[in-house]
Protein backbone atom coordinates (compact mmCIF):
# COMPACT_ATOMS: atom_id res chain seq x y z
CA UNK A 1 0.00 0.00 0.00
CA UNK A 2 1.20 3.23 -1.05
CA UNK A 3 1.25 5.81 2.01
CA UNK A 4 -1.11 9.21 1.89
CA UNK A 5 1.74 12.20 0.59
CA UNK A 6 0.04 14.05 -1.22
CA UNK A 7 -3.70 14.75 -2.21
CA UNK A 8 -5.43 12.28 -4.72
CA UNK A 9 -8.79 13.63 -6.15
CA UNK A 10 -11.11 11.87 -8.23
CA UNK A 11 -14.31 12.52 -9.77
CA UNK A 12 -16.90 10.12 -9.83
CA UNK A 13 -19.62 9.30 -11.24
CA UNK A 14 -22.19 10.00 -8.53
CA UNK A 15 -24.18 13.25 -8.85
CA UNK A 16 -26.46 15.44 -6.50
CA UNK A 17 -28.77 18.52 -7.93
CA UNK A 18 -27.85 21.52 -5.82
CA UNK A 19 -27.80 25.24 -6.46
CA UNK A 20 -30.51 24.33 -9.84
CA UNK A 21 -27.38 22.18 -11.61
CA UNK A 22 -27.13 18.93 -11.31
CA UNK A 23 -23.30 18.15 -10.48
CA UNK A 24 -20.64 15.78 -9.98
CA UNK A 25 -19.11 14.36 -6.59
CA UNK A 26 -15.44 15.04 -6.16
CA UNK A 27 -13.65 12.71 -3.64
CA UNK A 28 -10.36 13.60 -2.25
CA UNK A 29 -7.88 11.43 -0.32
CA UNK A 30 -5.84 14.62 2.11
CA UNK A 31 -2.85 14.15 3.53
CA UNK A 32 -2.71 12.54 6.85
CA UNK A 33 -5.77 11.07 7.11
CA UNK A 34 -8.72 12.78 5.54
CA UNK A 35 -11.53 12.70 3.12
CA UNK A 36 -12.77 15.63 1.16
CA UNK A 37 -16.30 15.68 -0.72
CA UNK A 38 -17.40 18.38 -2.90
CA UNK A 39 -19.43 19.22 -6.53
CA UNK A 40 -17.92 19.88 -9.46
CA UNK A 41 -17.56 23.41 -10.30
CA UNK A 42 -17.54 24.59 -6.36
CA UNK A 43 -14.70 25.13 -4.05
CA UNK A 44 -16.31 23.87 -0.76
CA UNK A 45 -15.17 21.12 0.54
CA UNK A 46 -16.37 18.87 3.32
CA UNK A 47 -13.85 17.19 5.30
CA UNK A 48 -13.96 14.57 7.49
CA UNK A 49 -11.53 12.17 9.35
CA UNK A 50 -10.78 8.78 8.20
CA UNK A 51 -11.70 7.50 11.06
CA UNK A 52 -15.21 9.46 11.04
CA UNK A 53 -15.26 7.44 7.61
CA UNK A 54 -15.14 4.81 9.01
CA UNK A 55 -17.71 4.51 11.81
CA UNK A 56 -19.97 6.30 9.82
CA UNK A 57 -19.72 2.81 6.83
CA UNK A 58 -20.01 0.79 9.89
CA UNK A 59 -23.27 2.06 11.29
CA UNK A 60 -24.29 1.89 7.82
CA UNK A 61 -23.75 -1.28 7.65
CA UNK A 62 -25.74 -2.26 10.39
CA UNK A 63 -28.19 -0.36 9.66
CA UNK A 64 -28.83 -2.25 6.33
CA UNK A 65 -28.25 -5.78 8.65
CA UNK A 66 -31.34 -4.63 10.37
CA UNK A 67 -33.56 -3.48 8.01
CA UNK A 68 -32.46 -6.84 5.84
CA UNK A 69 -33.22 -8.79 9.03
CA UNK A 70 -36.89 -7.12 9.73
CA UNK A 71 -37.71 -7.69 5.79
CA UNK A 72 -36.48 -11.71 6.16
CA UNK A 73 -38.53 -12.04 9.36
CA UNK A 74 -41.69 -10.43 7.71
CA UNK A 75 -41.22 -12.86 4.90
CA UNK A 76 -40.38 -16.08 6.68
CA UNK A 77 -42.77 -15.09 9.92
CA UNK A 78 -39.62 -15.66 12.41
CA UNK A 79 -38.46 -13.18 14.71
CA UNK A 80 -35.81 -10.71 13.85
CA UNK A 81 -33.63 -12.03 16.41
CA UNK A 82 -33.78 -15.10 14.48
CA UNK A 83 -33.12 -13.45 10.98
CA UNK A 84 -30.01 -11.37 12.01
CA UNK A 85 -28.01 -14.05 11.20
CA UNK A 86 -29.40 -14.73 7.96
CA UNK A 87 -29.51 -10.92 6.73
CA UNK A 88 -25.25 -10.82 8.16
CA UNK A 89 -24.34 -13.41 5.87
CA UNK A 90 -26.16 -12.05 2.88
CA UNK A 91 -24.62 -8.76 3.37
CA UNK A 92 -20.88 -10.21 3.90
CA UNK A 93 -20.08 -10.30 0.73
CA UNK A 94 -20.54 -6.03 0.46
CA UNK A 95 -17.60 -6.21 2.99
CA UNK A 96 -14.72 -8.10 0.76
CA UNK A 97 -12.26 -5.64 -0.65
CA UNK A 98 -11.33 -5.65 -4.23
Known amino acids: MTPLTKPVRRLTVASRHEKSKTREIILSLEPPATIGVRL???????????EAVYELAVINHARDIDREARR?????GIRV??????????????LESL
Open 72 to 76: IAKEE
Open 40 to 50: KGTRATYRLPA
Open 81 to 94: SAARPKAERKLRSR
